[in-house]
């Protein structure tokens, strides 16, 4: 089967999916006593995103087992961008049953401990890095939310991608900060990092077969 037309197949799913996803995260907040908004972004920007993701990995992937995968995961952290601007927070209910299903498939790589030992490193230096800015800040310079995110993609690029996953978005996180810094004019303010590293994540997930 043509590569476009599996893009093609693909985008449909994905925005099915999205729109599965979007009302997942509205009874996934009503579980936290969140309240969730209907503003445009929020309602379509997962619907969008999912179509956008999967057509990507459809046309680089084809009609493969892998396709199926990289959507799972791709679905996963459409999640976490969405959920997180909106809300602030990383579920658990989200991020651990990825984890598993990440870790799972990290034990058929070589070697079957890379993953594990990439996803346990990626936490400490995120955990590492969540402390030292509350030590100098006097205040949450990171959420454990990230924390675990991390641990996910290390678990799921392995090693060295997650450092290059990291890195894109942490850099994408920066350029908004500056961003946001100069449109309010003031350094009081911050942002979610989780759904720039997740950007970060789904870059190096494309790049990956």
Aim: aromatic share 12%; glycine share 12%; charged share 10%.
């Amino acid at each position: 089967m043509s590569h476009l037309l599996v893009a093609v197949a693909a985008a449909v799913v994905g925005a099915a999916c999205g729109w599965l996803v979007r009302l997942g995260s509205v009874r996934l907040a009503k579980l936290e006593g969140l309240e969730s908004r209907h503003q445009p972004w929020q309602v379509w920007g997962p619907v969008i995103a999912s179509a956008v993701v999967l057509a990507a990995f459809g046309y680089e992937l084809g009609a493969t087992w892998l396709l199926l995968l990289h959507s799972a995961f791709g679905l996963v952290l459409v999640q976490v961008i969405f959920f997180d601007l909106e809300h602030r927070l990383i579920l658990d209910r989200v991020i651990f049953p990825a984890m598993g299903l990440a870790l799972a498939v990290s034990i058929f790589n070589h070697p079957w401990w890379a993953g594990l030992a990439t996803g346990i490193g990626a936490g400490l230096l995120f955990a590492l890095i969540a402390l030292i800015g509350a030590l100098i800040f006097k205040a949450e310079a990171m959420g454990f939310g990230d924390v675990k995110l991390a641990v996910f993609i290390g678990l799921l690029v392995g090693w060295p991608y997650t450092v290059t996953a990291l890195f894109y978005g942490v850099l994408l996180a920066g350029a908004v900060s500056i961003g946001y810094v100069i449109w309010k004019r003031s350094l009081k303010g911050t942002i979610a990092y989780g759904p720039y590293l997740a950007v970060g994540a789904l870059i190096l997930l494309f790049q990956m077969r």
